[in-house]
């Protein structure tokens, strides 16, 4: 294991510890992120429900997920939360899942399962969480639950959908990574840390942000700011489609940092890096990381360019969790566990809820709480 970590914790024992870091990060809304299906974000939803005597809040961005699992026609895990959990969800989905709650109000978003509607859970059986279809709905819906009296939200998400992870509606996140990520183990280790990389994308730093006024970012689909300070604006509509326009550009205006606002999508990304020159180095500034609309790979090609990636908001990355399923035969739970977590080494803690395994940095360990599984 390595070394800058506490040892494996012991069974039982690492939903609780998860809970410790969450409870230190002082986090009021926290999406928990699958990077694929059967990553296991909705046992580590539950793990923290069972092990923390604590009233969560449960919401949703849309409705991410089958019922039942395409690769082995089994039922998928439903979450199941404890009688008097704060659900934010929609009519459709209290109707599919045959689950009745004691409803307490209705909230003004409209969805095409129907309304959103918030209630407390019997605590007896599994409901299908589905909620807004926009980051300003489930960022109000997150409020409401934690005005009705939520400790801790939590907020359903997946990798295709980040925005649940967006500073507009969480404080924090927890990344769910699992052996269907990619073909082989090594690769699913990669992946996964090349993800966290991403999502974990630093801030640009104070001097260079404040060259640029925050009604020019409103307005301006891309901004250049040269070596000697100077801002221009991009005469663009949308950056979506212009990526060799907008590295033709940066080479003309001997930029230094290039904003681009809304998403950097997949097609934009290849754009840009054929054009430019590779001798070019440049700082690229994005609005967080969750319009990334391209692979982690992606990002990697970009710092191998000499490209700086930034964000003006940085997402916080509470957590890694692990989950060794793969079909049709699953990984050695240690082993994969142990993988992941020294390949993520100091960046973040690394849990498996369900084998009770739990990897935390010397820092991070020092720093938790106590006593914050009984409020």
């Known amino acids: ?50 092990n923390v005597p604590l009233r969560f809040g449960l919401t949703s961005l849309g409705l ?32 599919r899942s045959h689950y009745t709650m004691e409803r307490i109000e209705a909230l003004p978003f409209h969805t095409s399962l129907g309304g959103v509607v918030i209630g407390r859970a ?3 059986r599994a409901v299908e969480i589905s909620g807004p279809t926009t980051l300003a709905e ?4 997150a409020g409401r639950l934690r005005a009705l009296g939520a400790g801790l939200v939590l907020v359903d998400g ?14 924090a996140l927890i990344m769910a990574t699992g052996g269907l990520v990619a073909d082989t183990l090594d690769e699913t280790v990669a992946t996964t840390l090349a993800t966290l990389e991403m999502l974990s994308l630093p801030a640009l730093d104070a001097p260079t942000r404040a060259l640029v006024g925050d009604e020019t970012l409103a307005e301006a689909r891309a901004v250049t700011v040269d070596g000697h ?36 999508t997949q097609e934009f990304a290849d754009d840009f890096l054929r054009t430019l020159s590779p ?51 699953p990984y050695n739970a240690k082993l994969f566990f142990g993988a992941v977590a020294d390949a993520v080494g100091d960046r973040a803690p690394v849990f498996d809820v369900v084998h009770g395994l739990s990897a935390v940095p010397a820092g991070v360990a020092a720093s938790l709480p ?5 409020v």
């Not at 039982?12 to 926290?30: N, Q, R, Y």
């Not at 199941?80 to 009519?91: F, Q």
């Not at 509509?237 to 907008?246: C, K, L, Q, S």
């Open 229 to 264: 300070g100077h801002v221009a604006t991009l005469d663009l509509r949308t950056a979506v489609g212009e990526g060799v326009r907008v590295a033709r550009d940066v080479e003309s205006r001997a930029t230094a940092t290039l904003f681009l606002a809304g998403a950097l």
């Open 138 to 141: 489930v960022a109000a819906t």
């Open 370 to 374: 106590r006593n914050v599984r009984t």
């Open 64 to 95: 991410d997920g089958e019922r039942t699992d395409h690769l082995t026609g089994l039922d998928k895990p439903r979450i199941v939360p404890p009688r008097g959990t704060l659900i934010a969800t929609t009519v459709g989905s209290l109707d």
């Open 122 to 124: 019997a605590g007896d």
């Open 1 to 50: 294991m390595t070394t800058g970590s506490a040892p494996l914790a012991a069974p039982g024992t690492s939903a609780a510890t998860l809970f410790d870091v969450v409870a230190g990060s002082g986090a009021a809304t926290i999406a928990v992120i699958g990077l694929v299906k059967n990553a296991g974000k909705t046992t580590v939803v539950n793990a923290l429900m069972d």
């Open 158 to 171: 997946a990798i295709n959908r980040l925005g649940s992870a967006s500073p507009r509606v969480s404080d």
């Open 279 to 329: 001798r070019r180095r440049v700082t690229l500034v994005v609005r967080d990381a969750t319009v990334l609309i391209c692979t982690p790979a992606t990002v990697t090609r970009f710092r191998r360019r000499g490209i700086d990636l930034r964000v003006l908001r940085p997402l916080r990355v509470l957590a890694v969790t692990t989950n060794p399923y793969r079909f049709p035969q």
